[in-house]
Antibody, heavy 120, light 111 residues
């Protein structure tokens, strides 16, 4: 069974860079036609797509965050990562990683989520 | 891109049916058959319930059904059960380089 697990610091200072890693087990991140994405959910609010990566390294970002986001993939470690720079309190959220299915646009496997708080 | 529009709340008694709407535009819901629905219990990750408008992943009860008409998609939950009480989010592909958008979520209460 495919499993995803987010990891990274739970507290980030304003203006610094948020860095998270998603470890994928039970399946290869290099499978053709599967994309790997990052999402976030601020406290009491809805979900927001941050961006996605393909095993080849191709990336796709939410235009509203594009200037601050970098997503990368490490196929040798079966992981992909998120970096969000110049964070503010508005970036405080639960961050999720997920796999996008190989047809259409849907996300069928999700990590449990990790809380990231931006505060000095 | 604006978020999709969902009612903030919905409710029904056990055994009843409830329908949650998700309204987008001709650039997202109306253009693509790539609407999905997610169930989220408090403190848990989203769970895929419906994809490509009407399809159910393995393991999702057939009490959950999706549909679409024009720019509005809908999720119908039949035979409501206590465990169906959760937040439900719709999502749609919106083109523009893999861009996806979500609704604001609907809190489903089983009375």
């Amino acid at each position: 069974q495919l499993q995803l697990q987010e990891s990274g610091p739970g507290l980030v200072k304003p203006s610094e860079t948020l860095s998270l890693t998603c470890s994928v087990t039970g399946g290869s991140i290099s499978r053709i036609n599967y994309y790997w994405g990052w999402f976030r959910q601020p406290p009491g609010k809805g979900l927001e797509w941050i961006g996605s990566v393909y095993y080849s390294g191709s990336t796709y970002y939410n235009p509203s965050l594009q200037s601050r986001v970098t997503i990368s993939v490490d196929t040798s470690s079966n992981q992909f990562s998120l970096k969000l720079n110049s964070v503010t309190a508005a970036d405080t959220a639960v961050y999720y990683c997920a796999r996008r299915g190989n047809t259409g646009y849907y996300h069928d496997f999700w990590g449990q989520g990790t809380q990231v708080t931006v505060s000095s | 891109q604006s978020a999709l529009t969902q009612p903030p709340s919905a409710s029904g008694s056990p055994g009843q049916s409830v329908t949650i709407s998700c309204t987008g535009t001709s650039s997202d819901v109306g253009r693509y058959d790539y609407v999905s629905w997610y169930q989220q219990h408090p403190g848990k990750a989203p769970k895929l319930m419906i994809y490509e408008v009407t399809k159910r992943p393995s393991g999702v009860p057939d009490r959950f059904a999706g549909s679409k008409s024009g720019n509005t998609a809908s999720l119908t939950v039949s035979g409501l059960q206590a465990e169906d009480e959760a937040d439900y989010y719709c999502s749609s592909y919106a083109g523009n380089n893999h861009f996806g958008i979500f609704g604001g979520g609907t809190k489903l209460t089983v009375l």
